[in-house]
C-alpha cells in the first residue's frame, strides 16, 4: 500500500510533464457494481481544459483482467486523454485515443507530446452507442406522445419528448448507481435538480409554453426507463458536455427528418471546433490566470457546452452537489432564444453540481427552493438583442403578441444586479433569419454594426461589448471577413475593444475552420493582436486605435514588418545572386552524377524545409551545390523563415522556386573581423545543433529530451542573433518578430 497516494499523484503528474499545468484535482470512488470493488479516482484537469484521472490501486497487489478492461472502459465514457494506474509500486498509463483501442503501458509518455484534436476525447465506439440509445428512447417516448395527442404540433411534440428524455436519462444515472427512484422522498434535493434539469423553461414571468400532462409524462419516463443501456455505455460517468453534444446531435437528427427550412437550424459553424483552436486555448490559460472566482456571464449560451467547459476550470473547494449548485446559482447567468438549448444548459448545470457524488447525503435531505428559483432566473429564455421597445415602438398590437414568442426580448434589466468581478464570455456562432422589416429598422436603430446581410453573432458581439464587464466574444474568423467588416470596424474604433485574437487561415483550409476572440476592458488608445499562423506559433503587437482603417478589410498587419522588410532588403542580394545562378531543380539534375554534397529547399506549409546531405531531395523546389555551412544556416534561421512565410502569404501567385531565389542573402564582408567572427559561429552552432537532434532522437527519458530540448533552444537562439546581427536588426525587433518564432526546419544528414 502506498503511505502517501497524494504526492504519488504529484509525482505522477511530473513523469506526465504537467506539473505547472494543473487546473483542479477531484477525488471520487469508482464502484464497479459487477466485481464487488470501489477504486478511488483522482480527476486532474489541466489548464486547457482536457482532463486525465488517476486511478489508485495501491491496495491490492495485482487487480484482474476484467477490472482493468472496465477501468479502460471508464477512461472513454468520461472523455479524459489519458488515466494513470497506480498500483504498489508500479504506475501504468493508458491513452485514450479516437482511432485505437486504449492499452496499458509501463512507460509514461509526457501528456503534453500527445496529440490531441479536442479537449474530450469523445471514442466513437461510446459516441455511435449514445447516439443509438437516445434514438432509441426518441422513438419510445414519441409514440406514447402519438399515442395521446396525435401527430399534430410539431414544436409541441419536440419539447415534450426531448424534457422526457432529459428526465429519463438523470433517473437512468441515479439507477445504475444502486438509487431507486420510486423510493426517493418527493421533496428531497434529488428530486427537485432531476425536475429543474428537465422540465421546460419558462419565459420571462410566463409559465412555460406547453405544461406536459403529468400522467402522460409519467408513462413516458416510466417507458423510457425500462429500456437497457447498451454496452460500452456506464452513463453515470459520461462526461456532461458528451451528454449535451449528444442531445445536440439528437435534436439536429429529429428536425433534419421533419424540416427542409434550416433557418432556426445552427449554421456551419461549429462550437465543438472553437475547443480545438490555438484561440481557445490561449484566451482559457489567460483566464485561469486570473484571480477569484468571477461571475460567468453567457448572452447566448446555446446549448452550454461553454460554460460547461468554462466551470471545469473554475471549481471551488464546496464539500457537496447542494454547495456546487449554489455557487452555479449565484455566478452563472446564461440565455438563449431557443427552449430546447436553454433546457440542455440546465440538464448539463445539473449533472455538473452532481459531479458523480451521487449518493452524497445531501442530496436526499429536504430542498430549500429559494436556489432552485434563483437557478432558474438566471438560466433563461430570452434575446438579448430585442427589448421590449421593438414590441412597442415597431410592431402593431397583433405583430407585437407575436413578437413575443417568436423575438422572446429579454427584460431590460435582466443583468443589472450583477455582482463584481463578472466575466462575459460567449461564441454565438448561430445565425437566425430576421427579414421582417421592422426588425431591420430596430437593428439599425440600436447597433452601431448593423448591415442589411450581417449575421445575428455581430449583433451579439456588439451587445457584450457595450456592458461593463471584462468579455471575450469567439467568433470565426469569417464573420470579421471584408463582408462584414465595415459597420463593425466602425463599432470597434469607439468601443471597449482591448484585443483581437486571430488564428490565420492559409489558401488550403477552409475559412469557417478557423476562430478569432474579441476582447473588451478598459478604453485604451491601441489595441493588441495576436495572431497564430498555421504552424501554430504566435505574434503579438499593438495598432493604434485610430490607425485602423475604415475601409479596404482589416489590415492588421503588423507595422513594423515592413520595417523588417527594409532592414532584410538593405545591403543584401538574392539567393540566385549569392549561388552565382547554381540553382537547380531535380530535372536539371536527373543525368547527372549525384557524388558530393548537396543543399535541398523545399516549401511546405511549415515555412521552408532545408535538407543537407550526401543526396538531394526528389521533390525539392531548388537544390543547391554544397557544403556551405552559413548558407544553411542562414536559410534555417527564425529570421529568413519569417521573412519566407510573410512573402508566401502575401504572393501566393509566385511559385516556390522564384520565391526561394529572391531570398534577401547577406554577403559576408570577409574583411569585418565582427562579421568574420558572426560567420564563424553561426557554422559552429550549426554542427552542434545536427548532433543533439540526433542524440534527442535516441534520448528515453522524459528528462533527457526535456534537457536537450532547452540546449536545442539555447543553439537556436544564439544562431538568430548571429544572423539577426549580420542584417543589423535592432535588439527590439528580435525580441517581437524573431525569437518566438519557434525553431528551425533544417535537417543534416552527412
Given amino acids: 500500500m502506498i503511505p502517501d497516494i497524494h504526492q504519488d499523484c504529484i509525482q505522477v503528474i511530473r513523469k506526465a510533464g504537467f506539473l505547472d499545468n494543473i487546473c483542479s484535482l477531484r477525488k471520487r470512488n469508482l464502484i464497479i457494481k459487477d466485481y464487488n470493488h470501489s477504486i478511488s479516482c483522482f480527476y486532474v484537469t489541466l489548464d486547457d481544459l482536457r482532463q486525465v484521472i488517476i486511478w489508485d490501486c495501491s491496495k491490492e497487489s495485482d487487480i484482474s483482467d476484467e477490472i482493468k478492461k472496465e477501468l479502460i472502459i471508464h477512461l472513454k465514457n468520461t472523455g479524459a486523454c489519458a488515466g494513470y494506474r497506480i498500483i504498489s509500486s508500479t504506475i501504468s498509463q493508458v491513452i485514450n485515443g479516437q482511432t485505437r483501442d486504449p492499452e496499458y503501458s509501463n512507460i509514461i509518455e509526457p501528456l503534453p507530446e500527445l496529440i490531441q484534436t479536442g479537449i474530450l476525447c469523445e471514442s466513437a465506439d461510446i459516441s455511435e452507442s449514445l447516439d443509438t440509445y437516445l434514438d432509441a428512447l426518441h422513438r419510445t417516448l414519441s409514440g406514447v406522445f402519438y399515442r395521446t395527442y396525435g401527430e399534430s404540433d410539431r414544436e409541441r411534440r419536440e419539447l415534450l419528448v426531448l424534457s422526457g428524455i432529459l428526465e429519463t436519462v438523470t433517473k437512468k444515472i441515479f439507477e445504475s448507481s444502486g438509487i431507486d427512484f420510486y423510493t426517493v422522498p418527493e421533496h428531497s434535493w434529488i428530486s427537485y435538480l432531476v425536475k429543474c434539469g428537465s422540465a421546460i423553461p419558462g419565459y420571462l414571468k410566463d409559465k412555460p409554453p406547453y405544461l406536459p400532462d403529468p400522467v402522460t409524462h409519467s408513462m413516458m419516463v416510466r417507458e423510457g426507463c425500462s429500456l437497457p443501456v447498451p454496452e460500452p455505455i456506464r452513463i453515470y460517468l459520461i462526461d456532461p458536455v458528451i451528454l449535451v453534444r449528444a442531445f445536440s446531435r439528437l435534436i439536429t437528427r429529429v428536425r433534419d427528418r421533419n424540416t427542409r427550412k434550416k433557418d432556426y437550424i445552427a449554421s456551419n459553424c461549429d462550437i465543438s471546433s472553437l475547443i480545438s483552436s490555438p484561440v481557445f486555448f490561449h484566451v482559457i490559460r489567460y483566464i485561469n490566470e486570473s484571480e477569484g472566482t468571477p461571475v460567468v456571464i453567457d448572452p447566448q449560451s446555446g ?372 562579421e568574420m567572427e558572426h560567420v564563424r559561429q553561426i557554422t559552429k552552432s550549426l554542427h552542434r545543433l545536427t548532433f543533439l537532434k540526433q542524440r534527442r532522437e535516441c534520448a528515453r527519458s522524459f528528462h533527457d529530451k526535456e534537457r536537450i530540448r532547452k540546449k536545442i533552444q539555447q543553439i537556436e537562439e544564439e544562431i538568430n542573433k548571429g544572423v539577426c546581427s549580420l542584417y543589423q536588426i535592432p535588439k527590439t525587433l528580435q525580441d517581437r518578430l524573431v525569437i518566438r518564432d519557434g525553431g528551425m526546419i533544417h535537417h543534416f544528414l552527412r
Avoid at 460554460?307 to 449548485?325: A, C, I, M, N, V
Avoid at 417568436?406 to 427579414?435: F, G, V
Avoid at 474568423?477 to 482591448?498: E, Q
Avoid at 547554381?582 to 554534397?597: I, K, Q, R
Fill in 303 to 674: 446549448n452550454g457546452e461553454l460554460l460547461l467547459l468554462l466551470l471545469r476550470s473554475h471549481t471551488g473547494k464546496e464539500d457537496s452537489p447542494r454547495d456546487r449548485f449554489s455557487r452555479i446559482a449565484d455566478t452563472v447567468f446564461c440565455s438563449d432564444p431557443s427552449f430546447s438549448s436553454v433546457l440542455l444548459t440546465r440538464f448539463g448545470l445539473i449533472l455538473h453540481a452532481i459531479d458523480g457524488d451521487l449518493r452524497h447525503p445531501d442530496l436526499f435531505q429536504l430542498c430549500e427552493k429559494e436556489q432552485l428559483d434563483m437557478f432558474r432566473s438566471h438560466i433563461r429564455v430570452g434575446n438579448i438583442l430585442f427589448s421590449k421597445e421593438i414590441a412597442n415602438e415597431y410592431l402593431s398590437v397583433h405583430e407585437a403578441q407575436a413578437a413575443v414568442h417568436s423575438l422572446r426580448p429579454s427584460d431590460e434589466d435582466w443583468l443589472e444586479n450583477i455582482p463584481r468581478p463578472a466575466m462575459l464570455i460567449t461564441a454565438p456562432c448561430r445565425q437566425k433569419a430576421m427579414k421582417d422589416p421592422e426588425v431591420h429598422q430596430y437593428l439599425c436603430k440600436h447597433f452601431s454594426s448593423y448591415s442589411y446581410d450581417a449575421m445575428t453573432a455581430l449583433y451579439t458581439a456588439e451587445y457584450a461589448i457595450r456592458m461593463q464587464h471584462r468579455s471575450f466574444i469567439f467568433l470565426p474568423s469569417a464573420w470579421l471577413s471584408d463582408m462584414h467588416a465595415g459597420p463593425f470596424r466602425k463599432m470597434i474604433r469607439r468601443s471597449r475593444v482591448t484585443q483581437i485574437i486571430l488564428d490565420e487561415h492559409p489558401s488550403e483550409r477552409d475559412l469557417s475552420d478557423t476562430w478569432s476572440c474579441i476582447c473588451a476592458g478598459n478604453i485604451s488608445s491601441s489595441i493588441g493582436i495576436t495572431r497564430f499562423t498555421n504552424n501554430g506559433c504566435m505574434v503579438s503587437y499593438h495598432l493604434n486605435r485610430d490607425d485602423l482603417p475604415k475601409e479596404d478589410g482589416w489590415n492588421l498587419e503588423d507595422p513594423l514588418e515592413s520595417v523588417v522588410l527594409s532592414y532584410l532588403l538593405k545591403d543584401s542580394v538574392s539567393l540566385s545572386e549569392y549561388c552565382l545562378g547554381a540553382l537547380y531543380t531535380p530535372e536539371d539534375l536527373s543525368e547527372h552524377n549525384h557524388d558530393g554534397c548537396w543543399i535541398s529547399l523545399k516549401d511546405t506549409s511549415d515555412g521552408l524545409l532545408i535538407t543537407a546531405g550526401d543526396t538531394y531531395e526528389n521533390a525539392a523546389d531548388i537544390i543547391i551545390k554544397g557544403p556551405d555551412e552559413y548558407l544553411e544556416g542562414l536559410l534555417g534561421s527564425s529570421l529568413i523563415r519569417w521573412y519566407y512565410r510573410y512573402i508566401s502569404k502575401n504572393q501566393p501567385s509566385l511559385h516556390p522556386e522564384q520565391l526561394i531565389a529572391a531570398i534577401p542573402f547577406h554577403q559576408p564582408d570577409w574583411y569585418s573581423p565582427e
